[in-house]
């Protein structure tokens, strides 16, 4: 990732990790000679207190002083050395008195320079001055004590350089340890600190991209798990609310898609029936107006007109019925019972109530005797279909002008067939047959009284029940058939 919270958090660290190291670097070196300087000016004076107090009391030429002398030296790193008025030697610790002695003289007798004066006092002066012989550096205090002795102190410069550049140096060693140690402290720190924010950036961009399956897994007390619990409880919300809004919108598409069929069909419906009405309508009109101006006078073509418009307003009536049905069916208004019956009871029945037709048109009807065949099924619905088929069949027998109605078991349905002699259907027309208002061959329908709706109800009643219905054509004739499930 190119701008790593990681990584921002190990830059800045390691950045301040060495940046404290370099300041202190910088700070050795240009105020630590200073500070062990003055340490030293104050251990000069402070070694001076003791032997000005050891002088004053009497002790400095005793045994206990000389041990007392040598822990002076050795605790401040110094040199000391103490003479009387003639310049005798009471107490040294210098490999030279003799030179030092002259060296205190000499500074007592010509005075030093003002401007190298460190410090000064009624009783001592202190000041850097160089060793002419070893070329060495070195802090000198010297003067009188109060009880007339003169007085030398002094410490090497060289020492605490020395100390200065070895501190440095160690300074320098850890630094570079501690640097090296501190990234990787640092980089263990960041990854543990950025992991579950890494973890839950994650988690947001899936959730951009609407998958909501990935949840935060860590469970600790911090304000990040406290965070990554909020986003899952965030992702679970989001993933119901889309999820509500998605079953809403596609309720909303079906009911927008279904509002759209409505309108075709009722357009669909107007049109169809002006047309089917316009015919029937006007043979009524034609009629009623003759009888009404006495066109024919004697009864018998009075009584012609009047069968005429019975029979036109009795077709009417029946098309406006049937209409009703499918538009009932078509818009869901039905409700399909699902109930078991015997369907050859049911399809004997139909044909014995049908016997005077099936006599007066001259028909031969076959049916096997295959007894009691129990299906599931709307029973009315089912006679409506089986009496569609039968109608049409009557209506279209040519020829031998047989009807045969079959019942044939196929696996877990029953396949009913009913087959009449006659005309196959023309094969443009076959695809056809299911819609309202086609009709194959409108002059023979328009004989018979048929509106071309009946096969649409099959059509729309089987489909109803989720079965299958079709149509097959043979050379002496056609099959329609419908299933039904076994009981």
């Not at 009405?277 to 107006?289: D, M, R, S, V």
């Not at 009932?328 to 004997?348: H, P």
């Not at 002699?421 to 086609?438: A, M, Q, R």
């Not at 989720?466 to 058939?481: A, P, T």
Request: glycine share 6%; hydrophobic share 40%; net charge negative.
């Amino acid at each position: 990732m190119k701008y790593s919270l990681k990584r921002h958090f190990a830059v800045i660290l390691i950045s301040l990790v060495s940046g404290t190291i370099l300041m202190c670097l910088i700070l050795n070196s240009t105020l630590l000679e200073r500070y062990y300087t003055n340490n030293k000016i104050n251990a000069l004076i402070r070694a001076y207190d003791s032997i000005n107090e050891a002088a004053n009391a009497g002790d400095i030429t005793t045994d206990e002083f000389d041990i007392e002398l040598q822990k002076i030296c050795g605790k401040y790193n110094i040199n000391v050395l103490v003479a009387d008025s003639d310049s005798e030697t009471v107490k040294t610790s210098m490999s030279d008195p003799n030179f030092v002695i002259k060296h205190l003289l000499n500074n007592i007798i010509m005075g030093v320079d003002p401007n190298g004066v460190l410090r000064e006092s009624d009783s001592y002066k202190m000041q850097i001055v160089t060793d002419v012989r070893t070329q060495t550096e070195y802090i000198e205090m010297w003067g009188v004590l109060d009880t007339g002795y003169l007085f030398m102190i002094r410490s090497a410069l060289e020492g605490i350089r020395d100390s200065v550049a070895i501190s440095n140096q160690f300074l320098t060693y850890v630094g570079v340890v501690a640097i090296g140690v501190s990234a990787l402290l640092v980089l263990w720190l960041t990854n543990r600190i950025t992991k579950p924010i890494r973890e839950l950036t994650d988690i947001s961009e899936r959730m951009k991209h609407l998958d909501f399956d990935a949840k935060y897994t860590g469970n600790d007390k911090t304000e990040i798990a406290v965070l990554g619990r909020n986003i899952n409880e965030l992702s679970e919300t989001l993933e119901t609310t889309i999820s509500e809004l998605k079953t809403a919108n596609n309720e909303l598409l079906k009911d927008i898609e279904r509002k759209e069929q409505i309108d075709e069909m009722r357009k669909e419906f107007l049109s169809n029936v002006s047309h089917e009405l316009k015919t029937p309508i006007a043979l009524i009109q034609g009629y009623a107006e003759g009888l009404k101006e006495g066109i024919n006078d004697d009864a018998e073509s009075r009584e012609f007109y009047c069968d005429v418009i019975m029979d036109e307003a009795s077709k009417m009536n029946t098309m406006v019925k049937r209409l009703l049905t499918l538009n009932q069916l078509e818009f869901g208004n039905e409700i399909v019972s699902m109930e078991r019956f015997d369907i050859t009871a049911l399809i004997k029945n139909y044909i014995a109530s049908a016997d005077i037709l099936i006599k007066q048109k001259d028909l031969s009807v076959r049916m096997d005797d295959c007894g009691e065949v129990y299906v599931w099924g709307d029973e009315f619905k089912v006679e409506e279909v089986f009496m569609n088929y039968f109608t049409n069949a009557m209506n279209y027998a040519q020829g031998d002008k047989i009807i045969d109605v079959k019942l044939r078991r196929e696996q877990n349905h029953v396949r009913v067939s009913v087959f009449n002699t006659g005309n196959p259907i023309p094969e443009d027309s076959v695809g056809h047959i299911w819609e309202k208002f086609y009709k194959v061959d409108k002059a023979r329908t328009r004989e018979y009284g048929g509106s071309g709706i009946g096969l649409s109800i099959v059509k729309v009643i089987m489909e109803s029940m989720n079965q299958q219905y079709g149509v097959i054509n043979y050379d002496n004739g056609v099959e329609f058939w419908f299933t039904l499930d076994t009981a």
